[in-house]
């Protein structure tokens, strides 16, 4: 294997600190934050973890360029486009909704396009299908992208759970639990089976659907062969599905941040963090648990 790209190392593992906060400690509960967000200055937390090994099976391929899918505000495809323009190399994201084309560029596709991301839109049909081979090839096509090394959408597969399975293992015997916000479950499937056999990993879908259980069973069983640690699911916190962030739930990570004195990210790192305190707050933790909650991204 070819040395890490220096653009790539990461500062790991990140680190682990105590919230005191008596939303916790009142019912027993002691919360600690795994600060993922602090592990590479631009591609924090999952998205290093998930996108490293994949650029790097990129870049020992000899691949001419780097291609993956998001929505208009997806993070991964910001980081796929940062981490393109720290290595050098060329980045197209294929988006879903052809609707945006040719309208003004939100902030996170802005930013994309500022990293030297060619984007280019696709219908929503032609989206749900890419996993179809014929559909993705044809995708790819469009897009003028069809040598490039293809990253999944929130970057999935079998090397980034594998990149976040060192999560897990920097967690041991830190908790009880351990819990992350979830989008594509990838992070997940990966972090518990680095865990201890004694720990617990917590997903919190940030989409609302109920499909994810499936899908990190496949993604296992694609990286291990198979169900790989313990894990669950608490899927009532998506406040209505992806990137809405009702007032309630503004006014918590407000709060949170005032609190603990750090940025809290809203579409990920702020459900993950309402969902522990409601739980909490409903004894689903009996006294003397420790939670560590991975702060995954930031702002």
């Known amino acids: 294997m070819t040395p890490e790209p220096p653009a790539l190392r990461p500062r790991p593992p990140s680190p682990l600190v105590e919230a005191v906060d008596g939303r916790f400690s009142a019912h027993g509960v002691r919360l600690l934050l795994k600060r993922d967000d602090l592990v590479h200055p631009e591609l924090p937390g999952n998205k290093w973890r998930k996108l490293a090994p994949n650029l790097r099976a990129a870049v020992e391929g000899g691949f001419p360029g780097l291609v993956t899918f998001g929505g208009a505000y997806s993070n991964h495809l910001r980081a796929a486009a940062a981490a393109g323009r720290l290595l050098g190399m060329p980045t197209t994201g294929i988006v879903r909704g052809d609707e945006l084309a040719g309208r003004p560029l939100n902030d996170s596709l ?8 060619r984007l280019h839109f696709v219908t929503r049909t032609e989206y749900r299908r890419k996993a179809e081979p014929e559909m993705l090839a044809r995708l790819l096509a469009g897009a003028g992208a069809a040598a490039s090394y293809v990253v999944p959408e929130g970057g999935s597969n079998a090397l980034a759970l594998h990149g976040c399975t060192e999560l897990g293992r920097e967690l041991r015997g ?32 940030v989409l609302a659907g109920g499909f994810l259980g499936a899908e990190i069973r496949s993604l296992q069983q694609a990286a291990f062969g198979g169900p790989a640690g313990v894990w669950s699911l608490a899927e009532d916190f998506h406040h209505g599905g992806y990137a809405r962030v ?34 909490t707050e409903s004894g689903a933790f009996p006294p003397g648990t420790t939670l560590a909650a991975v702060v995954t991204g930031r702002p």
Request: hydrophobic share 55%; aromatic share 6%.
């Open 174 to 205: 830190m908790s009880d639990v351990v819990a992350v916000a979830c989008g594509t479950g990838g992070t997940l499937a990966g972090l518990a089976a680095g865990l201890a056999p004694d720990q617990r990993a917590l997903g919190v879908p």
């Open 246 to 279: 009702p007032a309630l739930l503004e006014a918590f990570a407000a709060d949170f941040e005032e609190r603990h004195g750090f940025p809290v990210e809203r579409i990920y790192v702020a459900k993950l963090l309402w969902a522990l305190a409601a739980l």
């Open 110 to 117: 802005a930013r994309c396009a500022a990293d030297g991301m």
